[in-house]
């Protein structure tokens, strides 16, 4: 019996690498979908968003088998709950790596040089999806609380977009809509950097039993 259960615990990690590793590639594939504008890749992205929404069902699934059926204890029930609630974040990461694709479809051309800060934010996010994720199957508390930290990154990376949009409307070298549009893949990347933050807070809940925000 102990057996089974620990095989269905190491399924659990193996589905959650497989569901992290679907997340990073949406957010990278929708970053290099900006900068190309690459509009084949950002159809895909959006195709594939429904294989991140079964990964998430087939999760939670095998997170309440654990708990019915096996009734884990201390660390192991923690690890579990963990685990149901992070899907859910990583869920809507990729569903913001699609609402950035589905915003590149519309814009239909690539990145304006000027605002590459935006292909930055992109890139850090994803780390933190990553580390996040590897922080989770690893055990790793301090990449956790490491992750919590540089969401201070994408944080400022918003900010310095904001900047360039702001003189690019005062310079008037941009149209509204473009400008609009890249605002709100802005807010999708720092929203996917707040996911990975609540990961990486249940990530610590399920090594200590407390999280950040609750201290």
């Known amino acids: 019996m102990r057996d089974f259960y620990e095989e269905q615990l190491n399924e659990l990690h193996t589905q959650m690498i497989a569901m992290g590793g679907l997340c990073e590639k949406a957010i990278s594939n929708a970053t290099k979908a900006l900068t190309d504008g690459d509009l084949q890749l950002a159809e ?10 079964r990964q998430e069902r087939d999760i939670e699934s095998l997170c309440m088998k654990l708990i019915l059926h096996q009734q884990p204890v201390a660390g192991d029930l ?63 508390l301090e990449l956790a609380r490491q992750v919590i930290r540089d969401d201070d990154i994408v944080d400022g990376l918003f900010l310095k977009v904001r900047g360039e949009i702001l003189d690019a409307i005062r310079d008037g070298g941009s149209k509204g809509e473009e400008v609009l549009d890249l605002f709100m893949i802005t807010k999708y990347y720092e929203r996917i950097g707040d996911h990975a933050t609540n990961i990486a807070e249940w990530v610590e809940y399920s090594i200590t039993g407390e999280r950040s925000n609750e201290n």
């Open 44 to 53: 895909e992205i959006m195709k594939n968003d429904a294989i991140i929404n």
């Open 78 to 140: 923690r690890r579990v709950s963990a685990a149901l609630k992070m899907v859910t974040d990583m869920e809507r990461i990729g569903d913001q790596a699609a609402d950035i694709a589905d915003i590149v479809i519309d814009m239909n051309e690539k990145l304006p040089d000027k605002f590459l800060h935006v292909c930055k934010m992109g890139v850090a996010a994803m780390k933190m999806v990553t580390d996040s994720v590897t922080a989770y199957v690893e055990e790793d």
